[in-house]
C-alpha cells in the first residue's frame, strides 16, 4: 500500500517547509547518540540552519530554519555519520526506550540493544518504508517512564527472561529472543489491516484485537497507562540533565560533547550523560536538578518559526516560566490551538489566543 500524500510527518528527505525555512526531523532509535554524531549535528545546524537542536518528544532532534539547499548537504552529512542508515525507511524509524536503560537499579532489563535490534529489522523489510511518520515502537525497562506515550508496539520488561508486549492497553507474556520479531510483526499486521487514513492503530477499529488475532496471540495482562517522568539529577551512573524548553544552544551541545562519549536523548527533552562535575553545564544554562523552575515545561517552535502561530511562544515562556504557579505539574506552551508538542497525561495547558494566553483554559 502506498504512502498517501497527507502524511506529512518531516524528515530528513522529506524536509517540511516551515515560516523559517526548511525543518528537517532526525531520527534517533533508542536515543542513542555518539559524541561524533552529536557534533555532526551541532556543526549542522550551525552552517546549514539556525544554529539550535530541538529535542522532541520521541528522542529526535529537529533542526529549522534550513536554506534552499540546506536538505542536501544534511543528508549527505547524516548519511556519513551513520545517522541515516536507510534511505527508503528514514520516517518511520520512530523507536523510543527507557533512557536510562542499564544505568541504574531501576532498571530490569537493558532494552537499547533490543531498540538497535528492532530498527535492524524494520529497515530490512521493504514493505515497512509504508508505514506511517506517526508510527511509535516503545521499549520500556521495567521503571515504567515510557508507559504513557501512546506507542502502537509496546515492550516492557518484567525480568531477564520475560517482557510484556502490547499493541493497546492489554499486554501478553513474551520472550525476549522472540520480542523484536514481534514486534516488527505486528507493524506488518498494521499495514494489512489499514486503510489510507489510519495512522496508528489506536485509529484502527477493533485494532488491538485484530493485530493480536494476526499474530495468534491473547492478552493477559492489563498494562499502566501513566509514565514516570525521570527528572533532572544523578540516577545511578547516569546524571540527566534538562535542556531548558528543548532547544539546545551551540555552547550546550559543545560543552556535551566534551563531558561523554554517547549522550541519551530524552522524550522529556532532556539528555542523560555520564555523572560529571555539573559546573560547566550549569554555566551555560542547562539544568541539572530537579527544583529548577525549567524542569517540565516545554513548548512549541512558536513564532517566527511556525506560519500558524499567534505568539512568540518561547520568548513569553521565558519571561514568565521564572515567577509561573504549577503545583507540580509540568506546563506546555502552545502558539495555537493545535498544541504542537504536547506531553501525554496531566499538564498545565497555556494557549495562545492572539491577544493574550489562555492556562487552563482561563485568561492568563
Same mark, same amino acid.
Given at each position: /500500500?502506498? #504512502?498517501?500524500?497527507?502524511? =506529512? %510527518? ?29 557534533? *555532526? ?22 533542526? #529549522? ?9 544534511? !543528508? ?31 532498571? =530490569? ?24 511518520? =506517526? ?14 506515550? #501512546? ?26 529472543? $522472540? &520480542? ?29 484485537? #485484530?493485530?493480536?488475532? +494476526? ?11 501513566? !509514565? ?11 546524571? *540527566? *540533565? ?26 522529556? +527533552? ?12 550549569? +554555566? ?5 536538578? &530537579? ?7 516545554? &513548548? %512549541? ?7 500558524? &502561530? ?8 521565558? =519571561? ?6 504549577? $503545583? ?11 498544541? %504542537? ?7 498545565? $495547558?497555556?494557549?495562545? *489566543? ?9 485568561? /492568563?
Amino acid at each position: /500500500m502506498a #504512502r498517501t500524500q497527507t502524511d =506529512r %510527518c518531516p524528515g530528513v528527505l522529506a524536509v517540511h517547509q516551515a515560516a523559517d525555512g526548511g525543518l528537517a526531523r532526525v531520527r534517533v532509535p533508542g536515543g542513542v547518540l555518539s559524541v561524533q554524531q552529536l557534533e *555532526v549535528l551541532r556543526s549542522a545546524t550551525r552552517e546549514l540552519g539556525d544554529g539550535r537542536l530541538e529535542l522532541t518528544s520521541r528522542g529526535n532532534v529537529q533542526i #529549522r530554519a534550513l536554506r534552499p539547499d540546506g536538505p542536501r548537504e544534511l !543528508s549527505d552529512r547524516l548519511y556519513a555519520a551513520g545517522l541515516l542508515p536507510s534511505l527508503t525507511h528514514e520516517r518511520v524509524r520512530n523507536i523510543l526506550a527507557s533512557p536510562l536503560s542499564g544505568l541504574d537499579q531501576e532498571s =530490569r532489563y537493558d532494552v537499547l540493544p533490543v531498540a538497535a535490534a528492532v530498527d535492524r529489522e524494520l529497515c530490512a523489510r521493504p514493505a515497512l518504508a509504508e508505514l506511517p511518520g =506517526r508510527f511509535l515502537f516503545a521499549l520500556d525497562d521495567g521503571r515504567g517512564d515510557v508507559a504513557g506515550v #501512546r506507542a502502537d508496539v509496546s515492550l516492557r520488561a518484567i525480568d531477564d527472561r520475560e517482557a510484556l508486549l502490547s499493541v493497546g492497553t492489554r499486554g501478553v507474556r513474551v520472550r525476549w529472543g $522472540d &520480542a523484536v520479531g514481534l514486534m516488527v510483526a505486528a507493524a506488518e499486521a498494521f499495514l494489512a489491516e489499514r486503510d489510507a487514513q489510519e495512522w496508528r492503530i489506536a485509529e484502527l477499529d477493533d485494532g488491538e484485537n #485484530r493485530i493480536l488475532n +494476526r499474530l495468534a496471540l491473547q492478552p493477559t495482562e492489563d498494562l499502566p497507562t501513566t !509514565s514516570t517522568r525521570v527528572a533532572a539529577g544523578q540516577h545511578g551512573s547516569a546524571l *540527566v *540533565v534538562t535542556v531548558p524548553l528543548g532547544s539546545l544552544t551551540q555552547e550546550q551541545a559543545g560543552v556535551l560533547t566534551e563531558v561523554a562519549d554517547e549522550v541519551r536523548l530524552t522524550p522529556w +527533552r532532556s539528555v542523560v550523560v555520564p555523572v560529571v562535575s555539573t559546573e560547566e553545564l550549569e +554555566r551555560v544554562g542547562l539544568v541539572t536538578t &530537579a527544583d529548577s523552575v525549567w524542569e517540565g515545561v516545554t &513548548a %512549541c517552535a512558536g513564532r517566527p518559526g511556525c506560519g500558524k &502561530a499567534l505568539a512568540d511562544v518561547r520568548a513569553d515562556a521565558w =519571561r514568565v516560566v521564572p515567577g509561573m504557579e504549577r $503545583d507540580g505539574r509540568r506546563v506546555h506552551w502552545s502558539g495555537c490551538e493545535r498544541r %504542537c508538542g504536547k506531553p501525554a497525561g496531566d499538564f498545565v $495547558d497555556v494557549v495562545a *489566543v492572539g491577544n493574550g494566553y489562555l492556562v487552563d483554559g482561563e485568561r /492568563m
